[in-house]
T-cell receptor, first 117, second 114 residues
Framework: NAGVTQTPKFQVLKTGQSMTLQCAQD?????MSWYRQDPGMGLRLIHY???????DQGEVPNGYNVSRSTTEDFPLRLLSAAPSQTSVYFC????????????????FGPGTRLTVL | GENVEQHPSTLSVQEGDSAVIKCTYS??????FPWYKQELGKRPQLIID?????GEKKDQRIAVTLNKTAKHFSLHITETQPEDSAVYFC?????????????FGQGTRLTINP
């Protein structure tokens, strides 16, 4: 299994540009999440999905869209990039609930480092 | 909503000594408390977790304790080694059954000095 994969690894955007961060998992997990990680602020939930066709907002959803047309893929779209969206983005998936639990832990992808100029 | 506070933000200990990281949470309904380790440039990885019906859990050199009354939980690492150097995050889960979301603390950068 490849686990959770994310592309690209690095990206530089100009203010106002749009782009899609890709996330895929091959573990047949129903639950998937997008987090952003900023220095001194831990990881904050942007959007999440509890299954194909079902998405909802997390703690910091503004400026981002998601969709979940298949179990495997959960792309994150930046509609009009702003410098405040400079961050490291992690996608995560789990079998047992969004948070995962024990042997059914939440697995993170390798991350995408995004810089918005 | 849930709020998780983590202290200290940085911690430096001598190799072989113990390290303790503390977190407090605000939502008394939270019932799952995982700890993640993130090495430099890598993804967060689960190292230990605890449910609210358990007061303490150990896994070799790592232990987590939970005080539900005071709403705080702690990570204890004994006999620290250089490979323990990393950023550690606590988290607490909140929300409705089936869609419980994790709220993370701010992170602790642990440095083990040889």
């Amino acid at each position: 299994n490849a686990g959770v994969t994310q592309t690209p690894k690095f990206q530089v955007l100009k203010t106002g540009q749009s782009m899609t961060l890709q996330c895929a998992q091959d573990m047949n997990h129903e639950y998937m999440s997008w987090y952003r990680q900023d220095p001194g602020m831990g990881l904050r939930l942007i959007h999440y999905s509890v299954g194909a066709g079902i998405t909802d907002q997390g703690e910091v959803p503004n400026g981002y869209n998601v969709s979940r047309s298949t179990t495997e893929d959960f792309p994150l779209r930046l509609l009009s990039a702003a410098p405040s969206q400079t961050s490291v983005y992690f996608c995560a998936s789990s079998y047992s609930g969004l948070a995962g639990y024990g042997d059914n832990e939440q697995f993170f992808g390798p991350g995408t480092r995004l810089t918005v100029l | 909503g849930e709020n998780v506070e983590q202290h200290p933000s940085t911690l430096s200990v001598q190799e072989g000594d113990s390290a303790v990281i503390k977190c407090t949470y605000s939502d008394s309904a939270s019932n799952y408390f995982p700890w993640y380790k993130q090495e430099l440039g890598k993804r967060p990885q689960l190292i230990i977790d605890i449910r609210s019906n358990v007061g303490e859990k150990k896994d070799q050199r790592i232990a987590v304790t939970l005080n539900k009354t005071a709403k705080h939980f702690s990570l204890h690492i004994t006999e620290t080694q250089p490979e323990d150097s990393a950023v550690y995050f606590c988290a607490a889960s909140s929300g409705i059954q089936g869609a419980q979301k994790l709220v993370f603390g701010q992170g602790t950068r642990l440095t083990i000095n040889p």
